[in-house]
Protein backbone atom coordinates (compact mmCIF):
# COMPACT_ATOMS: atom_id res chain seq x y z
CA UNK A 1 0.00 0.00 0.00
CA UNK A 2 1.51 3.44 -1.47
CA UNK A 3 0.93 6.57 1.04
CA UNK A 4 -0.84 9.89 -0.26
CA UNK A 5 2.62 10.97 -1.29
CA UNK A 6 4.22 8.01 -3.24
CA UNK A 7 1.21 8.24 -5.48
CA UNK A 8 2.37 9.57 -8.27
CA UNK A 9 -0.41 11.51 -10.09
CA UNK A 10 -4.02 12.30 -7.61
CA UNK A 11 -6.26 13.56 -10.67
CA UNK A 12 -6.13 17.09 -10.12
CA UNK A 13 -7.55 16.47 -6.66
CA UNK A 14 -4.80 17.83 -4.24
CA UNK A 15 -5.45 14.95 -1.36
CA UNK A 16 -2.49 15.32 -0.45
CA UNK A 17 -3.08 19.53 0.06
CA UNK A 18 -6.92 19.03 1.72
CA UNK A 19 -5.55 16.45 4.12
CA UNK A 20 -2.57 18.31 5.12
CA UNK A 21 -5.00 22.03 5.41
CA UNK A 22 -7.34 20.08 7.71
CA UNK A 23 -4.84 18.85 9.78
CA UNK A 24 -3.55 22.22 10.25
CA UNK A 25 -6.78 24.01 10.98
CA UNK A 26 -7.70 20.60 13.74
CA UNK A 27 -3.87 21.55 15.28
CA UNK A 28 -4.73 25.98 15.41
CA UNK A 29 -8.45 25.16 16.85
CA UNK A 30 -7.12 22.72 19.46
CA UNK A 31 -4.28 25.23 20.63
CA UNK A 32 -7.28 27.47 22.09
CA UNK A 33 -8.74 24.63 24.09
CA UNK A 34 -7.32 24.49 27.49
CA UNK A 35 -8.60 21.39 28.24
CA UNK A 36 -10.13 18.33 26.61
CA UNK A 37 -12.01 15.99 27.82
CA UNK A 38 -13.61 12.69 26.79
CA UNK A 39 -17.16 10.80 27.56
CA UNK A 40 -17.28 7.66 27.07
CA UNK A 41 -19.34 4.18 28.32
CA UNK A 42 -18.08 1.51 26.00
CA UNK A 43 -22.65 0.25 27.34
CA UNK A 44 -25.26 2.03 25.75
CA UNK A 45 -28.40 3.39 27.46
CA UNK A 46 -26.35 4.46 31.10
CA UNK A 47 -27.05 7.83 30.70
CA UNK A 48 -23.84 9.14 29.15
CA UNK A 49 -25.30 11.43 26.82
CA UNK A 50 -27.34 12.80 29.74
CA UNK A 51 -24.27 13.09 32.17
CA UNK A 52 -22.07 14.89 29.20
CA UNK A 53 -25.17 17.19 28.82
CA UNK A 54 -25.37 17.88 32.22
CA UNK A 55 -21.87 18.26 33.48
CA UNK A 56 -21.22 20.68 30.75
CA UNK A 57 -24.04 22.89 31.61
CA UNK A 58 -22.49 22.95 35.63
CA UNK A 59 -19.16 23.87 34.29
CA UNK A 60 -20.68 26.81 32.02
CA UNK A 61 -23.09 27.47 35.38
CA UNK A 62 -19.27 27.57 36.79
CA UNK A 63 -18.11 30.99 34.78
CA UNK A 64 -15.94 28.38 32.37
CA UNK A 65 -16.26 28.57 28.13
CA UNK A 66 -17.39 25.15 27.56
CA UNK A 67 -18.22 23.54 24.13
CA UNK A 68 -19.40 19.74 23.49
CA UNK A 69 -18.68 17.61 20.29
CA UNK A 70 -21.27 15.35 19.76
CA UNK A 71 -19.18 12.33 18.22
CA UNK A 72 -22.01 9.65 18.12
CA UNK A 73 -22.56 10.30 14.32
CA UNK A 74 -25.15 8.20 14.38
CA UNK A 75 -26.77 8.81 16.98
CA UNK A 76 -26.95 12.04 17.71
CA UNK A 77 -28.71 13.30 21.03
CA UNK A 78 -27.06 16.61 22.24
CA UNK A 79 -28.47 18.93 20.48
CA UNK A 80 -32.09 18.02 21.67
CA UNK A 81 -30.70 17.74 25.57
CA UNK A 82 -29.24 20.79 24.93
CA UNK A 83 -32.04 22.86 23.54
CA UNK A 84 -30.52 23.89 20.07
CA UNK A 85 -31.87 21.47 17.49
CA UNK A 86 -33.69 24.01 15.91
CA UNK A 87 -30.23 26.34 15.20
CA UNK A 88 -29.15 27.02 12.23
CA UNK A 89 -25.60 26.59 11.32
CA UNK A 90 -23.86 29.93 10.24
CA UNK A 91 -20.84 29.24 7.80
CA UNK A 92 -17.87 31.77 7.86
CA UNK A 93 -14.83 31.58 5.99
CA UNK A 94 -13.41 30.92 9.39
CA UNK A 95 -15.04 27.93 9.57
CA UNK A 96 -18.60 27.32 10.72
CA UNK A 97 -19.94 28.58 14.18
CA UNK A 98 -21.68 25.78 16.67
CA UNK A 99 -24.69 26.20 18.47
CA UNK A 100 -25.29 27.92 21.72
CA UNK A 101 -26.97 26.86 24.31
CA UNK A 102 -29.37 29.16 26.74
CA UNK A 103 -26.66 29.45 29.23
CA UNK A 104 -23.60 29.49 26.62
CA UNK A 105 -22.21 26.59 25.64
CA UNK A 106 -21.10 25.86 22.34
CA UNK A 107 -22.47 22.47 20.80
CA UNK A 108 -21.97 20.84 17.35
CA UNK A 109 -23.57 17.72 16.52
CA UNK A 110 -24.65 15.57 13.53
CA UNK A 111 -28.36 16.28 14.34
CA UNK A 112 -27.94 20.18 13.80
CA UNK A 113 -27.14 19.04 9.92
CA UNK A 114 -30.09 16.47 9.21
CA UNK A 115 -32.81 18.33 7.32
CA UNK A 116 -35.59 15.64 9.38
CA UNK A 117 -35.63 13.84 12.55
CA UNK A 118 -36.05 10.00 10.93
CA UNK A 119 -32.95 11.13 8.30
CA UNK A 120 -30.31 8.40 9.14
CA UNK A 121 -26.59 9.08 8.17
CA UNK A 122 -25.76 7.39 4.81
CA UNK A 123 -21.96 8.07 3.94
CA UNK A 124 -21.41 8.56 0.15
CA UNK A 125 -19.95 5.52 -1.41
CA UNK A 126 -21.07 3.65 -4.63
CA UNK A 127 -23.01 1.37 -2.71
CA UNK A 128 -24.21 1.26 1.08
CA UNK A 129 -22.17 -1.92 1.55
CA UNK A 130 -18.77 0.29 0.60
CA UNK A 131 -20.32 2.85 2.65
CA UNK A 132 -20.22 0.34 5.64
CA UNK A 133 -17.06 -1.39 5.00
CA UNK A 134 -15.51 2.52 5.18
CA UNK A 135 -17.79 3.68 8.06
CA UNK A 136 -15.19 3.62 10.41
CA UNK A 137 -12.63 5.87 8.70
CA UNK A 138 -15.93 8.03 7.06
CA UNK A 139 -16.54 8.68 11.26
CA UNK A 140 -13.41 9.95 12.15
CA UNK A 141 -13.36 12.03 9.06
CA UNK A 142 -16.58 14.02 10.33
CA UNK A 143 -15.36 13.77 13.41
CA UNK A 144 -12.07 15.69 12.68
CA UNK A 145 -14.00 17.85 10.51
CA UNK A 146 -16.01 18.89 13.57
CA UNK A 147 -13.28 20.12 15.78
CA UNK A 148 -11.08 21.27 13.12
CA UNK A 149 -13.88 23.37 11.53
CA UNK A 150 -15.92 24.48 14.24
CA UNK A 151 -15.00 28.15 15.27
CA UNK A 152 -14.75 27.41 18.85
CA UNK A 153 -12.70 29.78 19.74
CA UNK A 154 -10.94 29.88 23.53
CA UNK A 155 -12.46 27.35 25.63
CA UNK A 156 -11.59 26.27 29.15
CA UNK A 157 -13.33 22.84 28.57
CA UNK A 158 -14.04 20.95 25.23
CA UNK A 159 -16.38 17.76 26.15
CA UNK A 160 -16.67 14.69 23.34
CA UNK A 161 -19.63 12.65 23.83
CA UNK A 162 -18.78 9.44 22.47
CA UNK A 163 -20.57 6.62 21.50
CA UNK A 164 -20.66 2.93 22.55
CA UNK A 165 -18.25 1.06 22.51
CA UNK A 166 -14.53 0.46 23.40
CA UNK A 167 -13.43 0.62 20.08
CA UNK A 168 -14.41 4.76 19.60
CA UNK A 169 -11.58 6.08 21.90
CA UNK A 170 -8.85 5.25 19.58
CA UNK A 171 -10.41 7.70 16.84
CA UNK A 172 -10.76 10.36 19.71
CA UNK A 173 -6.60 9.48 21.09
CA UNK A 174 -5.73 10.22 16.97
CA UNK A 175 -7.40 13.07 16.26
CA UNK A 176 -6.03 15.10 20.05
CA UNK A 177 -2.95 13.17 20.92
CA UNK A 178 -3.12 15.40 23.85
CA UNK A 179 -6.24 14.10 25.26
CA UNK A 180 -6.57 15.49 28.91
CA UNK A 181 -8.64 12.72 30.33
CA UNK A 182 -11.30 10.32 30.22
CA UNK A 183 -14.47 10.35 32.41
CA UNK A 184 -16.17 6.61 32.03
CA UNK A 185 -20.09 6.82 32.89
CA UNK A 186 -21.55 3.23 34.40
CA UNK A 187 -24.84 2.02 36.22
CA UNK A 188 -24.84 -0.43 39.16
CA UNK A 189 -25.07 -3.23 37.22
CA UNK A 190 -22.72 -6.63 36.52
CA UNK A 191 -23.42 -6.23 32.59
CA UNK A 192 -22.73 -2.49 32.29
CA UNK A 193 -19.42 -3.42 34.51
CA UNK A 194 -18.37 -6.05 31.97
CA UNK A 195 -18.15 -4.23 28.90
CA UNK A 196 -17.06 -0.76 30.60
CA UNK A 197 -13.73 -2.82 32.05
CA UNK A 198 -13.20 -3.22 28.18
CA UNK A 199 -13.18 0.74 27.50
CA UNK A 200 -11.17 1.18 30.66
CA UNK A 201 -8.47 -1.09 29.89
CA UNK A 202 -8.40 0.37 26.19
CA UNK A 203 -8.06 4.08 27.63
CA UNK A 204 -5.62 3.27 30.64
CA UNK A 205 -3.40 0.01 29.16
CA UNK A 206 -3.42 0.38 25.43
CA UNK A 207 -3.62 4.20 25.02
CA UNK A 208 -2.38 5.46 27.82
CA UNK A 209 -5.01 8.49 28.39
CA UNK A 210 -5.62 9.47 32.03
CA UNK A 211 -8.64 8.41 33.36
CA UNK A 212 -10.15 11.28 35.48
CA UNK A 213 -12.58 9.04 37.36
CA UNK A 214 -16.14 7.09 37.20
CA UNK A 215 -19.05 8.33 37.08
CA UNK A 216 -21.99 6.26 38.17
CA UNK A 217 -25.31 6.85 37.31
CA UNK A 218 -28.65 6.12 37.95
CA UNK A 219 -26.87 5.19 41.17
CA UNK A 220 -30.22 4.84 43.01
CA UNK A 221 -33.89 6.01 44.07
CA UNK A 222 -35.42 8.09 46.52
CA UNK A 223 -38.32 6.58 47.30
CA UNK A 224 -41.59 9.05 47.37
CA UNK A 225 -43.05 7.78 50.42
CA UNK A 226 -40.46 7.38 52.91
CA UNK A 227 -37.19 8.76 51.65
CA UNK A 228 -35.18 5.68 51.81
CA UNK A 229 -32.25 5.60 49.23
CA UNK A 230 -33.36 2.30 47.18
CA UNK A 231 -31.12 0.32 44.72
CA UNK A 232 -32.36 0.16 40.89
CA UNK A 233 -30.07 -2.33 39.97
CA UNK A 234 -28.25 -5.60 41.16
CA UNK A 235 -24.50 -4.86 41.32
CA UNK A 236 -23.39 -5.12 44.89
CA UNK A 237 -19.54 -4.14 44.19
CA UNK A 238 -18.62 -0.50 43.81
CA UNK A 239 -17.54 1.33 41.47
CA UNK A 240 -14.09 1.73 43.60
CA UNK A 241 -13.33 -1.91 44.13
CA UNK A 242 -14.90 -3.09 40.05
CA UNK A 243 -12.87 -0.75 38.03
CA UNK A 244 -9.76 -0.05 40.60
CA UNK A 245 -10.62 3.94 40.35
CA UNK A 246 -11.77 6.97 41.55
CA UNK A 247 -15.59 7.68 41.97
CA UNK A 248 -16.11 11.35 40.81
CA UNK A 249 -19.92 10.51 41.96
CA UNK A 250 -23.12 8.63 42.08
CA UNK A 251 -25.89 10.32 40.52
CA UNK A 252 -29.71 9.20 41.34
CA UNK A 253 -32.32 8.19 39.27
CA UNK A 254 -34.47 11.38 38.86
CA UNK A 255 -37.77 11.50 36.24
CA UNK A 256 -37.62 15.19 36.37
CA UNK A 257 -33.73 14.57 34.57
CA UNK A 258 -35.06 12.62 31.93
CA UNK A 259 -37.92 15.46 31.24
CA UNK A 260 -35.68 18.23 30.82
CA UNK A 261 -33.30 16.27 28.87
CA UNK A 262 -36.70 16.08 26.36
CA UNK A 263 -37.45 19.81 26.40
CA UNK A 264 -33.84 20.66 26.01
CA UNK A 265 -33.72 21.96 29.20
CA UNK A 266 -30.63 22.25 31.61
CA UNK A 267 -31.60 20.32 34.79
CA UNK A 268 -29.43 21.56 37.00
CA UNK A 269 -30.34 25.29 36.46
CA UNK A 270 -34.08 23.98 36.94
CA UNK A 271 -33.94 21.92 39.77
CA UNK A 272 -30.50 22.85 41.42
CA UNK A 273 -31.40 21.93 44.86
CA UNK A 274 -31.87 18.35 43.86
CA UNK A 275 -29.78 15.06 45.15
CA UNK A 276 -29.18 14.30 41.48
CA UNK A 277 -27.79 18.20 40.74
CA UNK A 278 -25.68 18.36 43.67
CA UNK A 279 -23.92 15.12 42.78
CA UNK A 280 -23.41 16.71 38.96
CA UNK A 281 -22.13 19.77 40.40
CA UNK A 282 -19.72 17.96 42.41
CA UNK A 283 -18.32 15.48 39.66
CA UNK A 284 -17.87 19.12 37.71
CA UNK A 285 -16.00 20.17 40.91
CA UNK A 286 -13.87 17.08 41.25
CA UNK A 287 -13.11 17.20 37.03
CA UNK A 288 -11.35 20.79 37.66
CA UNK A 289 -9.54 20.00 40.66
CA UNK A 290 -8.02 16.95 38.00
CA UNK A 291 -7.19 19.67 35.79
CA UNK A 292 -5.56 21.96 38.66
CA UNK A 293 -3.45 19.32 40.39
Known sequence: MKSYKELPDDAGSNIIGQ????????????????????????????????????????????GYAVGIVDADINGPTIAKMMGVRNATLEYTSAGVKPAISSLGTKIISMDLLLSE??????????????????????????????????????????LLDLPPGSDRLPNVAELIPNLGGVIVVTIPSEVSHLIVKKSITMARDIFKVPIIGVV??????????????????????????????????????????????DNGTPYIYEYPESLA????????????????A
Open 19 to 62: VTAQANRLTKRLALIKRTVAIMSGKGGVGKSAVTANLATALTLA
Open 117 to 158: DDAPVLWSAHTQKDAFTWRSTMEVGALREFIGDTEWGELDYL
Open 216 to 261: ENMAFYVCKHCGEHEPLFSAEDTPDNTFQLTTLGKIPFDPKLSHCN
Open 277 to 292: SAAIIEIAQKIQDFFK
